[in-house]
């Protein structure tokens, strides 16, 4: 399902990152998007051959039920090493809530952190810990859509992340907004003299009308075939302020749910706030079928599902970083009307620095509280840098291997795991090439490459 799949683009990465006996197979129920990637970094950083299989139908039932085995062994594993590193959980909770303040316990804390590469590749990660655990299969990476390459950002890309994360948790409020399907004798009126989108046979159109207070927002008029293929919509966006922007794209979300959406839009949006609501500048254009308008811009968002970790609410936040971190972070919380105790935690002294306090709180340096909020730290950092690594691999493999003419992306999953890296491949002897491709395909490589 779409739910295994991208649970393990999430897992495997952050899982690997830590072990350094990684296996020559793994064995995995679904095959990620990411997979070519992924494969690729787990050859780089095992120094030989991996090969992630998905078994047969036949085997999967055997194959998979030793996997979960292995899985689980390895899960029990990792728990007790973080029990004995922090040895005392219900102490160290019941530390954190005094120093802190707090009501009760957290049982459920976020931890955050930011990474890039001289401002390229920026990345956040989120990692959870329930009870005092790391519950790795509720950690989230996030790469970074509003901060552009060469910019170096940290504050903006924790307002974010954070406000990608925690839009999940914001209170449902009485909205003035409303999303009106219009009927087909006002879509006839609408339409004359417009320019829009031209209707192929075989699909259905709707036009959706967005408003707030009698004030019209959005007008999208939209092209819809059956539940497997993307919509197509020609939007016209009224709201021009930021806020009113943000309310329009929720709006819009809240009434065609998550599907894969193409918009085309003919006047210039501020692409930041498209981004936040994951739309971003389509890689291919609308098809001709529709006869898409000139000077006019096309975004895309990929079809996504509910996630049952963002939609759980933490009760505290922990940011890496101190009184500047703090502050961009408590403007999103803020800007959502969420009300969550957060702490930002210096790295130099190991000062916690708390909302509203110019002094820091200092734990004791033993103290069992100080110790969990440290690995929590370093678990989010350690996140973040398995999540960049990748997004590099996959940055090296698409600009190398995909200008290939004739190599698929099975023909280059199969180059990376046989070799590793890209580097690898252009190294590597005909006769060594030769054993994954053919005369034609050695023949472009060798003249790409």
């Excluded at 495997?12 to 494969?39: F, K, L, M, R």
Aim: proline share 6%; net charge neutral; with cysteine.
């Amino acid at each position: 399902t779409e739910d295994m799949r991208e649970g393990l683009e999430q897992f495997i990465p952050q899982y690997y990152a830590g072990e350094t006996d990684i296996p020559e197979i793994i064995v995995i129920a679904d095959t990620p998007e990411g997979i070519v990637a992924i494969n690729a970094w787990l050859v780089q950083r095992r120094g030989g051959s991996v090969e992630i299989r998905v078994p047969e139908r036949g085997k999967k039932s055997k194959l998979l039920a030793m996997a979960e085995d292995n899985a689980r062994r390895k899960i029990e594993q990792q728990f007790a090493k973080w029990e004995s590193a922090v040895r005392n959980v219900e102490t160290a909770l019941q530390e954190l809530q005094k120093a802190l303040n707090l009501k009760e316990a957290p049982k459920r804390i976020e931890g955050y952190d930011i990474s890039h590469l001289g401002g390229t590749e920026t990345v956040g990660s989120m990692v959870v810990m329930k009870n005092g655990k790391p519950a790795n299969a509720e950690y989230r990476s996030f790469t970074l859509r509003t901060v552009h390459a060469g910019e170096i950002d940290d504050y903006k890309a924790l307002r974010e992340v954070l406000r990608r994360r925690l839009k999940h948790c914001a209170p449902k409020t009485e909205s003035a907004i409303t999303v009106k399907k219009l009927p087909k004798k006002e879509r006839v009126q609408w339409r004359e003299g417009k320019t829009t989108l031209a209707m192929p046979k075989g699909w259905r159109e709707e036009l959706l009308m967005v408003s707030e207070d009698n004030r019209e927002l959005l007008t999208m008029d939209l092209r819809r075939k059956n539940p497997k293929t993307p919509l197509y919509a020609f939007a016209h966006f009224q709201a021009k302020k930021t806020d009113a922007l943000h309310r329009t794209l929720d709006a819009v979300e809240h009434a065609l749910g998550k599907s894969e959406l193409y918009l085309v839009i003919p006047e210039t949006i501020d692409e930041d706030i498209l981004a936040l609501h994951g739309f971003l500048p389509s890689a291919k254009p609308v098809p001709e079928e529709f006869t898409p308008p000139t000077n006019t811009r096309t975004y895309h968002r990929r079809k996504t599902v509910a996630d049952p970790s963002l939609s759980a609410a933490p009760d505290l936040l922990v940011i890496d970083g101190g009184k500047g971190q703090l502050g961009a972070v408590l403007e999103v919380l803020k800007e959502l009307s969420v009300e969550i105790p957060v702490i930002g935690l210096a790295k130099r002294e190991e000062e916690i620095f708390l909302p509203k306090s110019s002094l820091p709180v200092n734990l004791p340096k033993d103290s069992q509280a100080q110790y969990l909020l440290q690995r929590l730290r370093d678990e989010a950092h350690r996140f973040a840098n398995a999540h960049r690594e990748k997004r590099l691999l996959s940055k090296e493999i698409g600009s190398a291997l995909d200008a290939v003419p004739g190599i698929g992306p099975e023909t280059k999953k199969a180059l990376l795991s046989r070799f590793g890296s890209v580097d690898n491949v252009k190294h590597a002897s005909d006769v060594e090439l030769l054993t994954v491709l053919n005369t034609g395909q050695l023949e472009a490589l060798r003249k790409e490459l």
